[in-house]
């Protein structure tokens, strides 16, 4: 049994199928998890950041896993804002950031 509880997809987007996390932008779900994918190095630490900035931390793991974190981690921690140094803190805890 998993500990992490993620929104039903069916409850992460509004009428037009926008992801509740992106209320900010105008992306489908369907082109946020394509960018997410195919985008550059720079576009897919954004949108990681932006991710798990934004959208409760279950939720983090329907789009990201945790290699993909790592990865892009010196280029997405700058964009985490106040939620950094918990991000930090469980990364660190699970061995993924030192």
């Known amino acids: 049994m998993s500990p992490l509880c993620p929104t ?3 409850l992460l987007v ?3 199928g ?3 996390f992106l209320w900010d932008c105008e992306l489908t779900l369907d082109e946020f998890r394509a960018k997410l994918r195919t985008g550059d190095r720079a ?3 954004y949108l990681a950041g932006k991710l ?3 959208a409760k931390p279950d939720d983090v793991f329907s789009f ?3 290699s993909e974190i ?3 981690w010196p ?3 700058g964009t985490l804002g106040r939620t950094r140094d918990f991000w930090e803190w469980i990364l660190g805890e699970w061995g993924v950031v030192s």
């Open 18 to 20: 926008r992801p509740y």
């Open 14 to 16: 509004d009428c037009r």
């Open 43 to 45: 576009q897919r630490a």
């Open 8 to 10: 039903r997809e069916e």
């Open 64 to 66: 990201v896993s945790l």
């Open 52 to 54: 798990m900035r934004q």
């Open 75 to 77: 280029d997405l921690a």
């Open 70 to 72: 790592r990865d892009l």
